[in-house]
């Protein structure tokens, strides 16, 4: 009876043993099963938050992408055919240390039946998380005059007009960013005429001679959205000048007071410009000069000698007729002439002119040798002045983009 005793509280003691060891392998699984779906929650919640701070990088970079567009339209002409512009690449966000960064952001033109319409796609990452966006994206610079000053603008009213660029006009253009030439009608290039480093525009048919040289040009037909020529408000130049005293009520010359003369001095004598100056008839205009200013005639613009910058980075004039022409005819020798020219009629350039700056007429004519070197730098670098220039604000009205889709990929 005392071993049957003894027995029974051994295997009561194993019973308790084995029960204990039950226990405590449902608490280890508990356990282990629970660090391991919490190590798994937070590496799903890592991964969510390197996909949502990838995200916010490439939603960083369309936004990026279409204030460098809005602030700067001519990017687009940059554009190679059936290709991509890069336009940033491995641009830290937020910040250096954060882990992120705007991998890459192209832009890419899409063929539209009217307007300009482009592809942006922006590759965000964070660690180990990639996020791709892509936008598209309707572009209207047709509200933005300073534009057409950018390159060569020949509008006139007549979208079936023939525009034609002929004896040995040259059209030369920077690489980087490439300008524009608008054309409201039909585009004749030839006569041993030479355009460089252009993308042409024209409303209407383009004929390229064999005797003319186009390097590094772009161009397009039959284009839907040629700008208007802009409205030059003479009420608005009238005023601002009358306000600071340089409104002349006749034909005038500049520089008025020619120190050259009065005071013996050389002829390479510097005039000073600034503002806006109205002149309600003729101008004639030569000499050096220093300043940013806007000169504005209801009549003809008569350039009768070099008319040269003295810093040409930083000094510059826009000469504007209202109702008639601008002629630069300087005799005997060669005329160099750094301006932006406007006209609600035609250029007219007599013997060899090189004009430094951009064109905005009706019409180009010329008898003899005309070379153009445009750079929209020229324009980007001179705001306010081209503000003044088309009757205030920021150079007639922002570029407008309308965004008609947007993807995650």
């Known amino acids: 009876m005392h071993m049957n005793i003894k027995e029974s509280q051994g295997a009561e003691r194993g019973q308790a043993l084995v029960l204990v060891m039950l226990v405590l392998m449902v608490v280890v699984i508990l356990g282990s099963a629970t660090v391991t779906l919490t190590a798994s929650h937070r590496q799903a919640a890592a991964r969510q938050r390197n996909r949502l701070q990838a995200y916010y990088a490439a939603d960083a970079g369309v936004e990026r992408a279409l204030v460098m567009i809005r602030q700067n339209p001519g990017v687009v002409n940059q554009i190679p055919p059936g290709g991509s512009l890069t336009l940033i690449s491995n641009e830290p966000y937020p910040e250096p240390s954060a882990g992120g960064s705007i991998e890459k952001v192209t832009v890419e033109e899409i ?32 509200g933005s005059p300073a534009e057409l000053l950018k390159g060569v603008s020949l509008l006139p009213e007549d979208q079936n007009s023939d525009i034609n660029l002929l004896k040995h006009i040259s059209i030369i253009g920077s690489q980087e960013p490439k300008p524009v030439i608008y054309v409201n009608g039909n585009l004749n290039i030839g006569d041993k005429s030479t355009i460089e480093n252009f993308n042409i525009y024209a409303s209407g048919k383009i004929t390229i001679n064999k005797d003319a040289e186009l ?11 040629i700008p208007d020529f802009p409205d030059l408000r003479e009420d608005w130049y ?7 005293g340089k409104y002349f009520g006749q034909d005038t010359t500049f520089p008025i007071n020619d120190p050259g003369k009065e005071k013996g001095g050389k002829s390479e004598d510097t005039t000073e410009y600034s503002g806006i100056y109205f002149v309600n008839g003729n101008v004639k205009i030569s000499g050096r000069y220093s300043g940013q200013a806007v000169i504005v005639t209801s009549g003809n613009i008569d350039v009768t000698d070099d008319l040269k910058a003295n810093t040409p980075d930083e000094d510059l004039l826009v000469l504007i007729s209202l109702g008639g022409q601008v002629n630069i005819n300087k005799k005997g020798s060669d005329s160099i002439i750094d301006a932006l020219i406007i006209a609600n009629g035609k250029l007219f350039c007599d013997n060899k002119v090189v004009l430094n700056g951009g064109v905005l007429v009706r019409l180009i004519e010329n008898t003899n040798k005309l070379t153009i070197y445009s750079n929209p730098v020229l324009i980007d670098s001179h705001p306010e002045l081209i503000g003044l220039a088309f009757g205030g604000g920021s150079g007639g009205g922002p570029t407008s983009i309308e965004i008609e889709s947007w993807s995650e990929q």
């Open 238 to 244: 009238r005023q601002q000048a009358e306000m600071t």
């Open 215 to 225: 390097n590094n040009c772009q161009i397009t037909e039959y284009h839907q959205a």
């Open 111 to 142: 063929e539209e039946e009217s307007g300009t319409v482009v592809k942006i796609t922006s590759v965000g990452t964070f660690n180990k998380a990639r996020e791709t966006l892509t936008v598209k994206v309707r572009i209207n610079t047709s």
